[in-house]
């Protein structure tokens, strides 16, 4: 059983296209976590939605929007894409924060052309 | 700001040779610490973490880390590494002055050479 997965895998498209990242978790966790791994590995949060409700929303270009329909799932959209937005994405979920550790999806490899 | 800083990029190591991965914190207020390690094309996974007691953690696959207060670090050992060791691993720190936010190291890649 997949705790987080993220689809699709893999994402090439074009710049100015616009595009979603989805993640779901089976695992029960009331927190959901983006982040953005680049080229050297930085690790960046993005976003961490709490039951529903964002509660992180770090400085990223407004083209990126999350949506969490229920605890379940977060979903990311990013609009206009540009050049510098290809990177891995990872989509994470805890049980709480601070304490409890994260689960982290297979990433979502986006390549802006 | 809260911030970890991974003093080694990367950690060349022989197999079966003990190895010593760096990580500094900065929060001067109570922190809970971790270490994740990511394989190659795939998500992170939790190693070992501290949240309060004893100041030796031991976690998956023979890695342990010492949390050190008075130097503010938190290292992760291992005295017998295996090829399939080769990852990025990553300290990781939450609470602090950083709300709920979990602040992570740049990473470093430690590669186990035959």
């Known amino acids: 059983d997949t705790a987080v997965s993220q689809t699709p895998k893999y994402l090439v498209t074009q710049m100015g296209n616009d595009k979603s990242i989805k993640c779901e978790q089976n695992?029960?966790?009331?927190?959901m976590y983006w982040y953005k791994q680049d080229s050297k590995k930085f690790l960046k949060i993005m976003f961490s939605y709490n039951n529903k409700e964002l509660i992180i929303n770090e400085t990223v270009p407004n083209r990126f929007s999350p949506k969490s329909p229920d605890k379940a799932h977060l979903n990311l959209h990013i609009n206009s894409l540009e050049l510098g937005d290809s990177a891995v994405y990872f989509c994470a979920s805890s049980l709480g924060s601070k304490t409890y550790e994260q689960y982290f999806g297979p990433g979502t490899r986006l390549t802006v052309t | 700001a809260q911030s970890v800083t991974q003093l080694d990029s990367q950690v060349p190591v022989f197999e079966e040779a003990p190895v010593e991965l760096r990580c500094n914190y900065s929060s001067s207020v109570s922190v809970y610490l971790f270490w994740y390690v990511q394989y190659p094309n795939q998500g992170l996974q939790l190693l070992l973490k501290y949240l309060s007691g004893s100041t030796l953690v031991k976690g998956i696959n023979g890695f342990e880390a010492e949390f050190n207060k008075s130097q503010t670090s938190f290292h992760l050992r291992k005295p017998s590494v295996h090829i399939s060791d080769t990852a990025e691993y990553f300290c990781?720190?939450?609470?602090?002055?950083?709300?709920?936010?979990?602040?992570f190291g740049a990473g470093t890649r430690l590669f186990v050479k035959a």
């Open positions: 990781a720190e939450s609470g602090g002055t950083g709300g709920f936010k979990t602040i």
């Open positions: 695992l029960g966790h009331d927190t």
